[in-house]
């Protein structure tokens, strides 16, 4: 699960053309996303969940947004990270993005 904060405004180098185009964080950052998303799915892990924050009903907090992911396991995850294309599409990540954690978790067993 990944809790997000945006930056109000995308902060990209200067030298980038999306520089000029005056995205907000939350714009920059869902150009990531989709991306993300469709490279992901290359390697057999699919978006589950993505949505804004809306409120809290336990806790506090400043977060804009959550998006959850499925990965078939964390060798796929690291394989994804090092993938090329990663490398390309992450400066629209650092744009938008103020603050994320990014919690990994394992399902639980039902008997």
């Not at 990209?12 to 907000?24: F, N, V």
């Not at 994804?80 to 919690?103: F, K, N, T, V």
């Amino acid at each position: 699960m990944n809790p997000f904060e945006f930056h109000a405004a995308a902060r990209y180098p200067a030298s980038a053309a999306e520089a000029s185009l005056g995205l907000s964080g939350r714009e920059a950052y869902w150009c990531y996303a989709e991306l993300f998303a469709a490279l992901i799915g290359q390697h057999g892990a699919r978006k589950v969940y993505r949505g804004d924050a809306v409120g809290f009903a336990i806790g506090d907090g400043d977060w804009d947004a959550v998006w959850i992911n499925r990965f078939p396991s964390f060798a796929v995850l690291r394989a994804i990270s090092a993938d090329p294309r990663y490398a390309e599409m992450h400066m629209h990540r650092e744009a938008g993005l103020a603050h994320q954690h990014a919690i990994l978790t394992r399902p639980e067993s039902v008997a």
